[in-house]
Structures are given as structure tokens and as C-alpha cells.
């Protein structure tokens, strides 16, 4: 294109790219999101892979470009900006106007991923035109009687109060619990500890199951609290979304390492309602094992059911020595993928315990040290949230303010 659109030209539209388009769009973004795959056809490959996922098939995965529409017709379209979405199953959970708890309400939540600007089209605007139009068409994309679109959620490499806080996707605690694998143990802290088992992927989809029911559950309680004003969202911990991480993960594996991992978690207890798991991944962002510090084993999911049973609640000791087995058992398995450390976003309370018993309590720091240590994100994986659904705020503390939500299940499992 000789000459380049104004970033407020009306003739600018968000669209969906062709599958030519596609593929010169990943070519161009691929040093920046390749991560540790040898070249741009094995990211074109992974992507095409991901794209033909349970969560991404059938439109659950939508690219846009921003183009001119008043280019000629008999030229290819520049491409000024691009990103996509992947469609994800919410929940919502309220009081209403009246003060009344109403049920756990099912909806839709947007995920932007792969915002790109090819370098030699930055500095115009296109990116913060593309945010503004897909803003306002996500509202109501894909959404009908049945579900409506509750909100958007993406991860900003680029900083909290910046680009995307200006364009209403709201920065959110983004802290990670961080266990080197080299972390030596305190003498006594696994005695007593319960054993845990490892989880493999066909073990998996149950408990996601149990783990939808315990958020559902979680949410109205906490939604009807009186002393609750905040709408309690969150995305759903379903087995679609964990098995596109895992997919992620395996065909990494496969080219870095000719296999996939087998283990991919850790459960304790056998009964219903006193287990406790998690479920991890692994993210290479080198495939030489001796070169593995940013490499990670990366939490996407912790559940304790105990905290769902009243008759439970007291027992932070017991909660907390669940917790630390599936941490240890973590913190082993990663050093067998080459991996240097297991990250837990946005810990809770009794995952810092379970950590304080085994190495000591965790300092606020930074990702530099070998200590384990509560990592504040400050300009990586933000998470952030653009929220659509005011109208089930309480009119007496309506506003735009993100101060209102509580994002619950702030995990891994939302990236994307």
C-alpha cells in the first residue's frame, strides 16, 4: 500500500481474514510467538493443530484483521492489524436489585490472543482501532437467547496500566507462586504428609467435571453472602479448555523431544469431597535441556473439595498438607521435562501455607532468584478482564470500576 490509511479513517473494518491471509499472518507473527520451535512451518503447523481443538473447532476460534476497505479490489489487502479469539463457557453469580441471591448464570467470555502489528505498520494507531472495533462487536458475538457474552479476558505482555487497561480490558492480581526445581526441602516437612498419585489425561475429564460443580457452588455461596456486593465471575475449568493446554503442551513435546508426557498432574485422598488435585502443564521456551531456566511447569488448575464442606472448613492444617504433597509432587516432575521451576498463579492463602511448610515462607520478589518466592507480575501474563455485563451489578454500587468483580479461578487455565 503507497499510501496509509489514517487510524480514524471510516473506511477502516475488522474482518475475517482468508485462509491464505491466515497463513501470511502467521508467517509474519511467528518470531514473536514461535517460542522455542525451530521455524516459521512447524509454528504454522502447531497453530493449524490448536485451531482443530474440542474448545477451537466448530467457530470456537475466530481471526480479524483490520484492512482498508477502500483498497482496489484487484489488490491484495494489506493487512494493518490482527488477532483472534477463542470462545470459553463463563459463569456469573449475583445479588440483584432487590438483595435476592439469584442462581449461577451461564454465559459466553471472549479470549484475545496473538494481538500483531507487522513492525513496519507500527506507530499508526491500527492496533488501538482494532481493540476499539472488536470492543464492540465481542458484546455480542456469538451470543443468543440462551447466553449472552459476560465479558472478554486476554494476558498483556506489555504491561498493566497501559494499551489494553486504555481500551477497557482492566489489569487483575497477576501474581505466581514460584518453586525452583533446585528448592531443597526442610528436613521434616513431608512427614506427615498424605501421598499423592499421579493423574493422567483419562483420569482428567471427571474431575473437571467435579471442579465445575465445586465453582458453581462456590459462587453462589459467595454471591449470597450480605456483606457481598461484588458479581462473582468466572470462566469454567472445563475439559475443553484443559485438553487445548495439554494439546499445546504435547505437540511441543513431540517436536522438542520425540514424546509426550504422561503425567500431567497429582491427586490426594480417594473419597469424593476430601480429594485434592492439580493439573499442570509444561511450557518450553528453549528445547535445549541444559539452557531450561525460563522453561516451566506451569499449574493450570487447584482444587481442594474440602473447602466446600463446612464440617472441613477449621482444617487449614489438613487442607494444607493436601496442598503440599501435590506442590512436591510437582516440583519432582518438573525436573523430568526440563524445566527449571513450577509457577502457581494468584496462590491462595493455603497454597502460601502448604509452601511455608516446605520451604520456608515464600518472600515477595522477583523471578531472578532461587528462592521460592510470590512472583508480582509487573510486565508479562497480566491478566485482564473487559467486563459486559453491568446490569447485574446492584444499582446502589453500579459502576464501570473492575473493583466490582471478583474474578474467581484466576488461574492458568484462562490463558490463552
Known amino acids: 500500500m503507497s499510501h496509509l490509511p489514517r487510524a480514524d479513517s471510516p473506511y477502516l473494518r475488522l474482518v475475517h481474514p482468508t485462509r491464505t491471509e491466515t497463513t501470511s499472518i502467521l508467517t509474519g507473527n511467528s518470531t514473536a510467538f514461535k517460542g522455542a520451535l525451530a521455524d516459521t512451518s512447524s509454528y504454522i503447523r502447531r497453530e493449524r493443530f490448536l485451531a482443530n481443538q474440542n474448545l477451537t473447532?466448530?467457530?470456537?476460534?475466530?481471526?480479524?484483521?483490520?484492512?482498508?476497505?477502500?483498497?482496489?479490489?484487484?489488490?491484495?489487502?494489506?493487512?494493518?492489524?490482527?488477532?483472534?479469539?477463542?470462545?470459553?463457557?463463563?459463569?456469573?453469580?449475583?445479588?440483584?436489585?432487590?438483595?435476592?441471591?439469584?442462581?449461577?448464570?451461564?454465559?459466553?467470555?471472549?479470549?484475545?490472543?496473538?494481538v500483531f502489528t507487522p513492525p513496519d505498520l507500527r506507530g499508526h494507531g491500527y492496533a488501538g482501532r482494532m481493540m476499539r472495533e472488536l470492543k464492540l462487536i465481542l458484546k455480542e458475538w456469538q451470543s443468543d437467547s440462551k447466553q449472552e457474552v459476560l465479558f472478554s479476558v486476554l494476558y498483556s505482555d506489555i504491561g498493566k496500566v497501559t494499551f489494553y487497561a486504555a481500551h477497557g480490558w482492566h489489569p487483575y492480581p497477576s501474581s505466581h507462586l514460584l518453586v525452583p526445581v533446585s528448592s531443597a526441602v526442610k528436613g521434616t516437612a513431608t512427614s506427615g504428609l498424605p501421598s499423592s498419585r499421579p493423574l493422567r489425561t483419562s483420569s482428567i475429564e471427571e474431575l473437571c467435571k467435579a471442579d465445575e460443580e465445586i465453582l458453581r457452588e462456590s459462587?453462589?455461596?459467595?454471591?449470597?453472602?450480605?456483606?457481598?456486593?461484588?458479581?462473582?465471575?468466572?470462566?469454567?475449568?472445563?475439559?475443553?479448555?484443559?485438553s487445548w493446554h495439554l494439546a499445546r503442551q504435547n505437540f511441543l513435546a513431540n517436536e522438542l523431544y520425540g514424546s509426550t508426557p504422561e503425567i500431567n498432574g497429582a491427586i490426594v485422598g480417594e473419597q469424593a469431597g476430601r480429594r485434592a488435585w492439580c493439573i499442570w502443564t509444561r511450557s518450553w521456551y528453549d528445547g535445549d535441556g541444559d539452557k531450561s531456566a525460563?522453561?516451566?511447569?506451569?499449574?493450570?488448575?487447584?482444587?481442594?473439595?474440602?473447602?466446600?464442606?463446612?464440617?472441613?472448613?477449621?482444617?487449614d492444617r489438613l487442607v494444607a498438607r493436601q496442598v503440599a504433597a501435590l506442590l512436591l509432587a510437582a516440583q519432582q516432575e518438573a525436573a523430568k521435562w526440563h524445566t527449571s521451576a513450577v509457577h502457581l498463579w494468584n496462590p491462595s492463602r493455603i497454597a502460601l501455607q502448604a509452601a511455608d511448610r516446605l520451604w520456608d515462607a515464600p518472600a515477595r520478589g522477583s523471578s531472578g532468584s532461587s528462592q521460592v518466592q510470590v512472583v508480582d507480575r509487573v510486565t508479562d501474563n497480566i491478566a485482564s478482564l473487559l467486563w459486559y455485563g453491568s446490569r447485574y451489578e446492584q444499582p446502589s454500587v453500579r459502576d464501570t470500576s473492575p473493583l466490582l468483580l471478583d474474578w474467581r479461578g484466576n488461574e492458568k487455565y484462562g490463558w490463552c
Open 219 to 242: 459462587l453462589s455461596r459467595t454471591a449470597a453472602d450480605s456483606g457481598t456486593t461484588k458479581v462473582q465471575v468466572a470462566l469454567v475449568p472445563d475439559f475443553k479448555t484443559i
Open 57 to 114: 473447532r466448530d467457530d470456537g476460534l475466530t481471526s480479524w484483521i483490520l484492512v482498508d476497505a477502500s483498497e482496489p479490489t484487484t489488490t491484495h489487502r494489506t493487512i494493518l492489524s490482527s488477532c483472534e479469539t477463542i470462545r470459553k463457557e463463563a459463569l456469573v453469580a449475583y445479588r440483584d436489585s432487590d438483595g435476592e441471591t439469584t442462581d449461577v448464570k451461564d454465559g459466553l467470555c471472549h479470549g484475545v490472543a496473538s
Open 294 to 315: 525460563d522453561n516451566t511447569l506451569q499449574i493450570l488448575r487447584l482444587v481442594v473439595e474440602a473447602e466446600t464442606n463446612e464440617e472441613e472448613l477449621d482444617s
